[in-house]
């Protein structure tokens, strides 16, 4: 028989009717596999992933030293609870398909949404004032760029229930807070009313051009010029006398009462007055803003905005049939770890391991073993060296994985019950007990 000859075969089913099955002498051949990254999605080494947990855990700090709560939603949702939330600009950017369930589904564009989603469906086993903080991934069809990925991570922090200038000043500081930990300290917060912009653009819109459209191509005035900004409204169809009068009107906005109740609070809460920006051209394209919006940038780092928010009152309204006040940001956790590189602002010996233990020969292993069993016992990461290899191949990793000490246990060490410790960046080496080599790497 040929080898690659198909066998059909045909077999009842329990309903009687026949079933037909084929089967192949050969199996078929798999396609090789493409090894690289599809664009606009990453890998991080573990050099990089330390860095982006360092700041990931700076975060965290500053989210729950504001007296927020973590929280967690899955990757996928009804594709009905998130197109439609963002304007139909933002739509595009949304991955929807069908899964194997013939159900609609799409991966998570921003964590606002599906955290809208959580209030309405836990709306009562959650406390009033529901503080929030979520750091996961979201997923966005958009053109990569320096900056922009397709897969990112967020950081958000909400407050719900309450309309209050206070939780958007406490909102403004902590978004502050985080970017002072880091080292950010000339961060900027350009603030806007998202009201009062509506009612300014709302005498400008047409039949042909809504607010919200108008407000999507006002919100890139921070990336085109003017000209630009107006060839846009243009195109979507506004006379240019018009598309003019607008930019003027949103640039000669004065800030409402309650910005500057919440300029006031944010200040009293810590915020510097030089961090707090009215912006009056800032739009936030999203379609759910309802009052304070904000963006946070760096002067010194000049690829965008690392993030922002605002008050969205009617969101989670459409979902469980009752309006919540809410009021949220999300950091732009990427752009917010490349400022951070650039500007020179990780703490040193950023490492995993404290100390790398090394295999002198045969007869030493099992006490360095249990050596490092106990300095893992006490809280130093250790890493064990897994062959008997020269001393200087040992050391040689362990700079090269930016591990500060190595320990040597030979013949004189255990004849002498004690270990050699040496500080591979000083180059300096000492022969004391394994409980005085843990408390000097605990004490460094």
């Known amino acids: 028989m040929k080898k690659n000859t198909k066998i059909t075969t045909a077999s009842k089913t329990k309903n009687g009717t026949l079933q037909e099955s084929t089967k192949s002498g050969q199996k078929e051949r798999m396609s ?18 330390k860095v982006r947990d360092y700041v990931a855990s700076t975060i965290k700090e500053v989210f729950e030293t504001y007296g927020f709560e973590p929280i967690e939603t899955p990757t996928l949702e009804y594709a009905s609870l998130l197109l439609g939330k963002y304007g ?45 903080y979520q750091i996961q991934n979201v997923f966005r069809a958009d053109k990569p760029q320096k900056g922009r990925f397709r897969e990112f991570t967020q950081c958000d922090c909400d ?12 909102l403004l500081a902590v978004y502050y807070a985080v970017y002072k930990k880091l080292g950010l300290t000339s961060i900027q917060l350009l603030i806007n009313d998202r009201q009062t912009l509506l009612d300014t653009i709302t005498p400008f819109a047409t039949e042909t051009v809504d607010v919200f ?8 005035l921070d990336k085109m010029p003017e000209e630009k900004v107006i060839d846009e409204l243009i195109t979507k169809g506004l006379v240019k006398e018009r598309a003019t009068e607008v930019l003027i009107a949103i640039q000669s906005a004065q800030m409402s009462e309650n910005l500057q109740q919440t300029v006031a609070a944010a200040q009293s809460l810590g915020v510097p007055n030089e961090a707090l920006l009215f912006t009056p051209t800032l739009a936030r394209g999203l379609d759910y803003y309802t009052g304070i919006i904000f963006e946070g940038k760096i002067p010194e780092y000049t690829v965008g905005s690392v ?28 752009r917010t770890v490349e400022a951070v590189v650039e500007l020179g602002l990780l ?19 099992q006490t360095s073993l ?69 408390k000097k790497v605990k004490n460094k």
């Open 370 to 438: 249990a050596a490092a069993a106990s300095l893992r016992q006490a809280g130093i990461a250790t890493e064990v060296y897994p062959e008997f290899d020269k001393l200087g191949k040992q050391f040689k990793l362990a700079d090269q994985k930016g591990i500060p000490y190595a320990l040597v246990i030979g013949e004189r060490e255990i004849e002498e019950q004690k270990v050699t410790l040496k500080d591979l960046r000083s180059g300096e080496q000492m022969t004391i007990t394994l409980q005085e080599a843990q």
């Open 347 to 365: 703490p040193k010996g950023l490492t995993t391991s404290q100390v790398l233990v090394t295999l002198f020969d045969e007869a030493s292993l």
């Open 32 to 49: 090789k596999p493409t090894v690289q990254n599809l664009k606009g999605f990453r890998d991080f080494l573990p050099q990089e992933k």
């Open 213 to 220: 459209s108008i407000i999507q191509t006002i919100d890139k």
């Open 307 to 334: 993030g922002g928010g605002g008050r969205y009152d009617k969101l989670i309204g459409q979902l469980c049939g009752r309006d919540i006040q809410a009021n949220g940001f999300a950091i732009g956790f990427d």
């Open 159 to 170: 407050i719900f229930e309450s309309g209050s200038p206070v939780v958007d000043a406490e």
């Open 88 to 132: 139909d600009e933002a739509d595009t950017l949304v991955y929807s398909f069908e899964d194997r369930g013939g159900r609609q589904v799409a991966l998570r564009y921003d964590q606002t949404v599906p955290t809208s989603r959580v209030l309405a469906q836990y709306q009562n086993e959650l406390p009033k004032y529901f503080r929030r």
